[in-house]
């Protein structure tokens, strides 16, 4: 069955370290990805999206994440932190009549 | 301003009194779909509909109903709700079948007593 795995339910970074989501998604054919954010009594907006291509794709508000089918990873990073990125963050995939598969989630505190 | 919309943002109820969560978009997509969010599992599929009059189930669909006679709205329905049914609902929808973007709405959470 098509899943998706974030091993990390929590992560705690310092304001201005480095970032790395993981995200492990099942065996397939190429799959569509998806990274959506999660802030605060809001609602899912995406963050990035992988169709096809360059393997390293670009996203909104500094993030990035590269798509490595050795590894079925989709990893999301982001170089520099802001207090501003706390929130939680869900992988998902594109599963069988266009729905998505998510992950559980991992939630991301920022420390000061 | 393109958007999907639900009402209301937050309802509490009781077990059995039956509820209808309202949701609309105004950007013509023909696809829309219902998750439930709960902690630890992500959000899960409930229904899904790919045009007018065409509805299909996704994962959890147990004690949910929905309906598409417009295309532009796609309300959940819960005829007789339980405890278990206590979660934060999304609506989403996208242009068409092929793995483009979804548009998720801002949330109904929901507590059944």
């Known amino acids: 069955a098509q899943s998706v795995t974030q091993p990390d339910i929590h992560i705690t970074v310092s304001e201005g370290a480095s970032l790395e989501l993981r995200c492990n998604y099942s065996?397939?054919?190429?799959?569509?990805l998806f990274w959506y954010v999660q802030s605060p009594g809001q609602g899912l907006q995406l963050l990035l999206k992988?169709?096809?291509?360059?393997?390293l794709v670009q996203g909104i508000k500094g993030f990035e994440a590269e798509f490595k089918r050795s590894q079925s990873s989709f990893n999301l990073r982001k170089p520099s932190v802001h207090w501003s990125d706390a929130a939680e963050y869900f992988c998902?995939?594109?599963?069988?009549?266009?729905?998505?598969?998510f992950g559980a989630g991992t939630i991301l505190r920022v420390k000061s | 301003e393109a958007q999907v919309t639900q009402n209301p943002r937050y309802l509490i109820t009781v077990t059995g009194k039956k509820l209808t969560v309202t949701c609309s978009q105004n950007?013509?997509?023909?696809?829309m779909s219902w998750y439930r969010q709960d902690p630890g599992l992500g959000l899960r599929q409930i229904y899904y509909s790919m045009n007018v009059e065409v509805t299909d189930k996704g994962d959890v669909p147990e004690g949910y109903k929905v309906s598409r006679k417009e295309k532009r709205n796609f309300p959940l329905i819960l005829e007789s709700p339980s405890p278990n049914q206590t979660s934060l609902y999304f609506c989403?929808?996208?242009?068409?079948?092929?793995?483009?973007?979804?548009?998720f709405g801002p949330g109904t959470r929901l507590t059944v007593l």
């Open positions: 992988y169709f096809s291509g360059d393997t």
């Open positions: 065996y397939g054919a190429t799959p569509y």
């Open positions: 950007m013509n997509h023909e696809y």
């Open positions: 989403a929808s996208s242009p068409r079948q092929g793995g483009n973007e979804q548009f």
């Open positions: 998902a995939r594109r599963g069988d009549g266009n729905k998505l598969v």
